[in-house]
């Protein structure tokens, strides 16, 4: 399928060219289809509307035609930053980075793949690993009313234009998010990454904080968490002694 428009941001890595659908099943599938061409690092696909967008879990994501930013960036990176914990935490930070520069409003991340402004969902991130490339979605709500996720039964959720007392125009927000992820990505890339880790750790706001960490295995280990990095969670347990944590076997982190 080609899509109905193409467009080409002045962006250094991410968003060289943006294919943008009318309707899609899912842009992570059509972000995995090119994928598999080296020579699309970098391509983003935007879709106003998904048919079956997929959520962490298995989960459904829906959204209301062209109120949603509903995109997907295919990645070829270094091996090293093919890792889920590291593009999760920096399509979170260049998120936020967008919501201040969009609204001025101050979101925070929570973990491991949402944006929330004022404790409700207003953005989820799907990464999913194709090989040596990785798909990084970004569903980001932008101008679905109040009144809307109240019918869909969805009472955590929220969107830029509820929260916002500034209008936000739907492609503006797109671009501003790409270029965000964009300069996000560079840094990282180029092994600066100390500035998106702290901002990570600092939108996470867990450190010192007394925490129940629920593995992928569904073991559970309760402490304090004394530093957060791509590669570790330090969490010192009541005898004192502290475990390294690697961030992927990482399912939840749940405030004691
Ligand atoms: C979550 O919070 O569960 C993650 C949601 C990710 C949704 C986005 S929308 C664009 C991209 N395409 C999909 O099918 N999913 C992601």
């Not at 830029?160 to 927000?173: H, Q, W």
């Not at 968490?225 to 990482?250: A, S």
Request: overall charge negative.
């Amino acid at each position: 399928m080609s899509p109905s428009e193409t467009w080409s941001l002045n962006t250094t890595h991410i968003g060289r060219r943006v294919n943008v659908f009318e309707t899609l099943a899912s842009t992570n599938t059509t972000a995995s289809e090119l994928a598999v061409l080296p020579e699309n690092d970098g391509v983003v696909v935007i879709a106003d509307y998904q048919t079956t967008g997929r959520g962490q879990y298995g989960r459904v994501w829906q959204s209301r035609p062209k109120c949603s930013l509903l995109m997907s960036v295919v990645l070829n990176p270094p091996s090293e930053l093919c890792r889920p914990a590291i593009l999760t935490a920096l399509a979170a930070v260049a998120v936020v980075e967008a919501i201040v520069d969009l609204s001025g409003i101050q979101a925070s991340i929570k973990w491991p793949n949402d944006v929330l402004i004022r404790g409700k969902k207003v953005c989820g991130i799907l990464i999913e690993k194709h090989g040596s490339a990785a798909v990084v979605g970004i569903g980001l709500n932008i101008n679905q009313t109040a009144e809307e996720f109240i019918a869909a039964g969805l009472l955590e959720a929220t969107s830029l234009e509820i929260e916002s007392t500034r209008p936000i125009e739907r492609r503006f927000a797109v671009e501003r998010v790409i270029q965000r992820l964009d300069q996000a990505y560079e840094q990282v890339f180029s092994g600066e990454r100390t500035a998106i880790e702290a901002e990570w750790k600092e939108r996470i706001g867990l450190i010192g904080r007394r925490v129940l960490i629920e593995h992928m295995d569904g073991s559970t280990i309760v402490g304090q968490i004394r530093e957060m990095q791509f590669d570790r969670l330090v969490l010192e347990l009541e005898d004192g002694t502290r475990q390294m944590i690697l961030p992927e076997t990482v399912r939840h982190i749940f405030e004691q």
